[in-house]
């Protein structure tokens, strides 16, 4: 297969990672679900992501310098991510180095015991 071919598999994958991600993680209220699947779902995208420019012929030299980026940029999702526990609404933290305190919906609070995903 060539680029050519496998780029509109990629797309259409993409896609549909896209439409299922929003009905899962935002139209869905169940937090525990949320917590359990989402870092799952993350990493998958990345690796799909991966995947598909090694597919399409990447030199292996490129495709080594952009793993550090996709992994940074999934550490960053699942860093960025938060679910209210009241609410169930999915958070995105849009400054990079705060956390959000309250919840933008219901304005619950967002605190947790600490942990890696206790958002």
């Known amino acids: 297969m060539t680029a050519d071919d496998i780029f509109p598999i990629f797309f259409v994958v993409w896609i549909l990672l896209g439409i299922s991600g929003s009905v899962l993680f935002y139209g869905r209220r169940d937090v525990a679900f949320k917590r359990k699947y989402f870092p799952w779902y993350v990493c998958l995208a990345g690796v799909l992501f991966l995947g598909f420019v090694a597919a399409m012929g990447v030199p292996l030299p490129l495709l080594a310098l952009m793993a550090p980026f996709v992994a940074l940029i999934t550490y960053m999702n699942l860093r960025g991510t938060h679910f209210c526990d009241a609410c169930g609404r999915t958070i995105i933290q849009q400054m990079p180095f705060s956390r959000?305190?309250?919840?933008?919906?219901?304005g619950a609070s967002l605190r947790r015991a600490s942990g890696p995903l206790s958002r």
């Open 100 to 106: 959000p305190e309250f919840c933008s919906k219901c």
